[in-house]
């Protein structure tokens, strides 16, 4: 799960509320990782007192901040039995030096594979992934030299992640960096906004704003030039911006039907084909609209259409 | 000649010296329309001084202000004989409110297809497309109603311009408009950067920062519910950013050769075959690498390669 940055803490906590969920409810057991944060214990104590909030009865706090502390067996040891974890912001590159490639990392990558929902939040957001964005300049032009990748803790591979996407303005650096590794699926969270990656390598965006996807298999670039710090050529990057409720294949990087036409052709299903039909017509002489439309409305109820 | 806003005035100057150039050089007649800018007569002087400044012999300037005076027959008449038209920038709404379908709007898609070149800069840039973006909100990620469209002054067409694009941030309402109409090509300005239309409807980019082209023919988007003001789903958009120096086909919507490999090519073809292949074949033997890391040395020496 990977959030980018500034979840919701005080209201309908939709995205701490899917973590402790995934994580098994009130019996989950959730350890917080804070080496990111510069708070100190701060950080852990937050997310303790949101989470025990939420009903989660065990929150432990790691924080280790060597490597050496990182390789202990206890530390390492500490994750056995946990349900969730959950990776703090603060600096990235402080949590992947600290802890990628150590007992701890690979006790997460552990945690991960046995099942246990593993979240990182704004820099620990970007730690996710194989490879990550440590750094770079904000803008959305692409320009050469603007930003710099290095290893993450590996929990998922084919992507690299950037967060506090649109407030911070970073289209530019995702774009540079995916033109220089196209293999890489470029992801953008905004702020309160998660990605929820599933088993079957799907993304589920949940929150207040949007993912954006940067596909760069068709790109032609001029990336490889690294021209000083001047504007980068890009052309034919695939773009996607996905809100709430919207998901993507992470494998064949494509769109997925929505959360709510998925739950509808359920619906759809087990209404008979026939009544369907009968329906159908009836709401298109009575509202002189194609089935299109009434299908949305149908829907979508509570939403107004851009024409009315 | 579509300038994406504070073009450099006081440097090498390089947009306005090739407007100065399309225009006629020491020959050109230019006349400034100053009606989008609240600066009253000083846009105009200020052009007028610089374009003088530049060795052009004669610049006049129009200010209508009324769609009245935009009708009068003297002020169309006064593009007769126009080399150049420089629209300023300001609300390109004034602009277009009061000169869209006058006299004055006809004179000078008149003057443009004799062969006049019509440079706007910043909310001149805006207004010189058929659909103009009009206004709207700040921010990389498409939100509904973020940005409205109203029609400019039509001397291009199938475009919707938008300017100071990377320094305001403008992807966001960029993207919405071309998921609204996706028959419209986006094309987002940075500042001190212009896109040159040429007659064969292929663009080339100068000046210092990025053209963004957003196409949206392949474009999935749910643009046509207007919910709200929440993020707008756009999923397939093609996105393109374009540098200096390189050129786009606004019909077939694709990336064209780089302005130098087109040089460079006319100098190949001239070369015979024989004589270009034991070079390369000295060459990759000298250097041990493949030809067309070759091919890009030699074309850009001055510049250095990443893997260096």
Chains 1, 2 share one sequence.
Do not use: C, W
Not at 193 to 206: K, R, Y
Not at 223 to 244: D, E, N, T, W, Y
Not at 245 to 258: I, T, V
């Amino acid at each position: 799960m990977i959030i980018g940055g500034a979840e919701d803490k005080l209201k309908d906590k939709i995205i701490l509320a899917r973590f402790v969920k995934l994580a098994g409810g009130s019996g989950a057991s959730v350890v917080v990782v804070s080496t990111a944060s510069s708070l100190g214990e701060e950080a852990t104590d937050l997310y303790r007192l949101l989470l025990r909030g939420m009903g989660v009865a065990r929150v432990t706090g790691l924080r280790p901040l060597t490597r050496d502390q990182a390789n202990d067996l206890d530390i390492a040891m500490a994750l056995e039995g946990a349900t969730g974890i959950f990776l703090t912001g603060g600096n990235q590159l402080r949590l992947s030096l600290v802890v990628g490639g150590t007992r701890l990392g690979q006790a997460i990558v552990d945690a991960h594979l046995r099942g246990a929902v593993v979240a990182g939040t704004s820099a620990g957001a970007s730690a996710v992934s194989s490879h990550m964005m440590a750094f770079g300049a904000s803008g959305a032009t692409p320009k050469h030299r603007m930003a710099q990748m290095s290893a993450g803790l590996g929990l998922l591979q084919g992507i690299v992640v950037d967060q506090h996407f649109e407030q911070r303005t970073r289209l530019g650096r995702l774009l540079s960096v995916v033109a220089q590794s196209p293999s890489l699926l470029g992801l953008g969270l905004d702020e309160d906004t998660a990605a929820v990656v599933h088993h079957d390598n799907s993304l589920e965006v949940i929150g207040r704003g949007a993912i954006t996807i940067v596909d760069g298999s068709l790109m032609v670039t001029d990336a490889f030039q690294a021209k000083g710090h001047r504007p980068m050529m890009v052309s034919g990057a695939i773009l996607h911006s996905l809100p709430s409720g919207f998901r993507f294949d992470l494998d064949s990087r494509s769109l997925l039907p929505h959360l709510s036409e998925v739950s509808d052709r359920g619906r759809r299903l087990a209404e008979s084909a026939g009544k369907r039909l009968h329906r159908l017509a009836r709401a298109v002489a009575a509202e002189g609209a194609d089935s299109f439309v009434v299908e949305r409305k149908r829907r979508r109820k509570d939403e107004e259409e851009a024409s009315e």
